[in-house]
């Protein structure tokens, strides 16, 4: 934190530096000489059919059910109890001996989940924040993060976006002082090709500053929180600005992607975003194809799909790209809608036709019943330019809402329907209208807050897991800059 604090107190062009320096950094060991063969292994293996993708799936599958057995004390415990020889998991399918590991087991338990095999000179620290529940600090390894970056990157240069394009950054950790209240609101990662702006400073009165930047460097990729690029997406439009240039693309991580999110940026920028799902923990990642759709990433983790109560489907995965931290059919906290179509675009394994978020984010009824995807209530709205549900009793929803100018009552009554066809008359809808709606400690916005999940009416349901940290993106954590300075 001290050092934070140092790097808040440097002029600029320091800051500038620094991002730089942190950048030459990361381009040296995430994106080192591993990464570039990683990245052509998983290039391949996208050309493969589902079969051999398949088979290759769950040879890794038995190579680390073997390695967490022999190696990881809770595995140990856990085959014990269970009476299961490791020898006998050969697919996906066989994984169902075991119970689904949750992340309270995880976080209590951490350091059973270590494995003997991989030296802690060898580690490397990497965290999820957490939202509701607590974060989790655990072990990777240089190869497991540059095969995830490779995954990632695969999905990317799919699309057409480089090594070598430039990115105009909008992530939750920022790099500019709060306190700073003149441009530039954004900083330079050279090496990395990234500016990076800031998302806390993004607001009307300084949004003319944010456009002069972006027409003046003009990157060809708009990438980060769902939630801040829309922001910029909502102001672009509710003052009747554009950009001088059209962005080539746009990619989203760390939060959900809302359908009234993505619709604003297409609106605004004339690119339709891309949607890839990821997580620190490495136990699932989804990517969209160049047909637009979701497909699972077969190769890089072992998903499983299980019957989520209140609709959907949860995804629950083992990471066996991480030897140091072996996660056994680990609840993500998330789910999704199964798509049972076949895609054309010639992409490997099963595909998914939504990403509904975090599995907290339901409402319930005044009949118990629990209802998720409320986002698309919301979904053409143009002049609702933030919102989020907040509940803390069964069958009342208080829905905070920040307007975009020109906001009337017949948009009011327009939500009121659109919630009344999903929730009829089971549940108050009241309607709260505030300047701006606050973020996590992470600068994520939650869709549904709720006071609800604690309480002995919920006690009869699957509890919810924390959520994990979705990230999938190029996190500028503060530690990194510390470590930098330090
Ligand atoms: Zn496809």
């Known amino acids: 934190m001290k050092t934070e604090a140092l790097y808040h107190r440097m002029p600029i062009s320091a800051q500038h530096a620094v991002c730089s320096l942190v950048g030459w950094r990361i381009q040296h060991t995430r994106f080192g000489s591993g990464f570039t063969q990683q990245l052509l292994a998983a290039e391949q293996r996208q050309r493969w059919s589902s079969d051999q993708m398949l088979v290759f799936r769950d040879r890794r599958l038995q190579n680390f059910v073997r390695h967490a057995a022999a190696t990881v004390p809770y595995y ?19 994984m169902r001996v075991f119970p689904v590991l949750t992340k309270s087991v995880v976080q209590e338990r951490q350091q059973h989940f270590f494995s003997s095999a991989i030296k802690p000179r060898d580690w490397r620290m990497t965290h999820t924040s957490g939202t509701t529940g607590g974060g989790l600090r655990f072990p990777t390894t240089l190869a497991a993060m540059q095969e995830q970056w490779a995954v990632w990157w695969r999905f990317r240069r799919r699309l057409g976006i480089s090594l070598r394009t430039w990115c105009g950054y909008f992530g939750g950790r920022s790099v500019v002082p709060i306190a700073q209240t003149k441009a530039p609101y954004w900083r330079y990662n050279w090496p990395g090709r990234q500016i990076l702006f800031s998302g806390y400073h993004l607001a009307p009165d300084t949004l003319g500053q944010y456009v002069e930047e972006l027409n003046r460097s003009q990157p060809a990729w708009l990438h980060g929180y769902p939630s801040i690029l829309s922001l910029l997406a909502e102001h672009l439009l509710s003052t009747g600005q554009s950009l001088k240039y059209q962005p080539k693309f746009i990619t989203t991580g760390s939060e959900n992607l809302q359908a009234r999110q993505s619709a604003a940026m297409e609106r605004a920028f004339g690119v339709r975003p891309a949607n890839n799902y990821g997580l620190t923990e490495a136990a699932a990642n989804v990517s969209e194809c160049t047909h637009g759709r979701l497909h699972v990433d077969e190769d890089f983790a072992a998903v499983e799909f299980l019957p989520n109560n209140g609709g959907g489907w949860r995804v629950v995965g083992t990471n066996f790209t991480n030897p140091a931290f072996p996660l056994l059919r680990y609840d993500v906290g998330d789910v999704v809608e199964l798509d049972e179509r076949s895609c054309d675009c010639g992409l490997p394994g099963r595909t998914i036709s939504a990403i509904d978020g975090r599995s907290e984010d339901y409402v319930v009824l005044r009949n118990g019943a629990r209802i ?20 803390n009793r069964p069958g009342v929803l208080m829905v905070r809402v920040v307007k975009n ?20 008359d089971q549940a108050d809808v009241q309607f709260d209208y505030v300047p701006k709606i606050a973020r996590t400690q992470q600068g994520k916005l939650r869709f549904v807050v709720s006071g609800l999940r604690d309480t002995p009416e919920m006690a009869n349901s699957v509890p919810p897991a924390a959520p994990s940290d979705v990230t999938a993106d190029a996190d500028w954590e503060s530690r990194e800059l510390t470590a930098a300075i330090a």
């Open 76 to 94: 140990r415990e856990l085959f014990r109890e269970h009476g299961v020889n490791p020898e006998r998991i050969r697919t996906l399918d066989d």
């Open 405 to 424: 100018p020109g906001f009337s009552e017949l948009d009011e009554r327009h939500l009121r329907q659109e919630f009344f066809q999903r929730l009829g």
């Open 372 to 391: 998720g995807r409320m986002d698309h209530v919301f979904k053409d709205m143009t002049a609702v330019r933030e919102a989020q549900i907040f509940q």
